[in-house]
């Protein structure tokens, strides 16, 4: 039934059939031709996908994301951000960066990040002489900063499915998202003067102490959710609440940018985008369902155990994997499905597993800027107005770029645990030395490794 549900997925991909309904589908068919006495459980999955109370954040922290777009705050922040970065040769795009690191401590989610953030760069971009498949690339790769810098929705669900605090999970990701942050911002400003793009970039650049006089009410934003996240004040799931509470006050009685007309179409925009995340993760968690049944999932579990035998192998192996797995299942799907299986190894291989829960995470956000599940990519796209075909070009370098600060948090744990044991040290568990990186494999000498 494996290669029934994979062959028909990807018939799905090539007659250009959506992504849900390619994947819950494929689950379908297998089902009906394999064993459809069974085909009773379809409904009952794909609401026990859905039905978990940390995805109760998703449909807020997206409504959060849109209500600051209408509101006025999102171009706030993009003016603050322009106002620090946007100075020299290839200012934008580092704003852009900037923006979504900044916007990432609010809404915990990269669609939100990339429909509120995009809709205001991705314009001014293409204003200034920028390619617009590189502006779509460029957005729907920065945004992706947003499931890694706290909140973070699949930080969340890994805490769930591996019984790891999210408290630390949410300290640990500090780290990796301003690595990539950093790293990305490096690469857009040589980029850009590379190929002479931006030199008027600075073009309506507000002095700095306007700019964040006029974003101060944005900028306090995430200091309130984080602070309240961490201060034990609410929860993450609450916190998303509170982040729409606020969005909406500001912009009814602070900015008045948002009127109760608006409401309508914010409200609209949200349940839209919120109904299509959650269809996909309904049908991810029906396919992850048929495959965690075929055993596939153990198998690679047992697999990654036997055959690599050291930490940095065996880090190796799960970064390959995930990246593969990434493109072809839904991020949240890939966590509940795999957090559990791969935690305990991890932990035999002494590798902390607040440290593995951020490199599975900032791996499988990869998922979202690749082909052919990238939910970031449709996201820019739409914002765009452009086929998915044309920003493939451009993205390679942005995914290149990732995939080496990947590599970074893999072998490099303290860029993830010095701040979680700064703040959790009581709770920092004693782990093994750093996973040394894989050197060249020598053949084994005995079974007993």
């Not at 978990?52 to 959060?64: D, Q, S, T």
């Not at 019984?163 to 040589?190: D, K, N, R, T």
């Not at 370098?397 to 959790?424: E, Q």
Request: glycine share 10%.
């Amino acid at each position: 039934m494996s290669l029934t549900l994979l062959v028909t997925m990807l018939l799905g991909f090539v007659f250009s059939v959506s992504i849900a309904v390619s994947i819950g589908g494929s689950a379908i068919l297998g089902l009906a031709f394999f064993d459809p006495a069974r085909l009773i459980l379809v409904p009952k999955e794909m609401f026990s996908a859905i039905d978990r109370f940390p995805l109760a954040a998703v449909p807020f922290f997206i409504l959060a994301g849109n209500l600051m777009e209408n509101g006025g705050i999102s171009r706030r922040l993009v003016h603050f951000a322009k106002s620090l970065v946007g100075g020299v040769q290839g200012g934008l795009p580092m704003s852009c960066v900037l923006t979504c690191m900044i916007f990432a401590a609010v809404s915990g989610s990269s669609v939100a990040t990339t429909f509120a953030i995009g809709s205001i760069l991705i314009p001014a971009l293409v204003k200034h002489g920028y390619p617009t498949s590189y502006a779509a690339s460029l957005q729907a790769t920065a945004a992706e900063l947003g499931v890694i810098i706290p909140p973070s929705i699949p930080m969340i669900l890994f805490g769930v499915a591996a019984e790891v605090s999210i408290g630390e999970l949410f300290v640990a990701g500090l780290g990796p998202g301003l690595l990539i942050g950093g790293a990305l911002m490096l690469f857009v400003h040589l980029h850009a003067r590379y190929k002479g793009w931006g030199k008027q970039d600075g073009e309506g650049r507000l002095p700095p102490l306007v700019a964040t006089r006029e974003a101060g009410w944005a900028l306090l934003m995430p200091v309130i959710i984080l602070g309240g996240i961490y201060g034990g004040i609410f929860t993450p799931t609450e916190a998303s609440v509170v982040a729409v509470f606020y969005a909406l006050m500001v912009g009814l009685l602070i900015h008045r940018e948002l009127r109760l007309a608006d409401l309508v179409q914010v409200l609209r925009k949200s349940v839209l985008s919120s109904a299509v995340i959650l269809f996909i993760i309904a049908n991810a968690g029906l396919f992850a369902f048929l495959i965690t049944r075929a055993g596939i999932p153990d198998a690679i579990g047992v697999w990654l155990t036997e055959v690599l035998r050291s930490p940095g192998w065996f880090l190796l192996g799960v970064n390959a994997a995930l990246f593969v797995i990434g493109m072809f299942i839904e991020t949240s799907a890939a966590i509940i499905v795999l957090a559990p299986i791969l935690v305990p190894v991890a932990i035999h291989f002494g590798v902390d597993p607040v440290h593995f829960g951020t490199i599975m995470v900032v791996n499988l956000a990869l998922g979202m800027i690749t082909p052919p599940f990238g939910v970031n990519l449709f996201a820019a796209c739409t914002v765009a107005k452009i086929s998915l075909d044309r920003i493939i070009g451009h993205l390679l370098p942005f995914v290149l770029v990732i995939l080496g600060c990947l590599m970074l948090v893999t072998y490099i744990p303290s860029i993830s645990l010095l701040a979680r044991d700064a703040v959790f040290p009581r709770k920092a568990a004693v782990v093994a030395p750093a996973p040394a990186a894989p050197s060249a494999p020598t053949a084994p000498t005995s079974n007993s490794q």
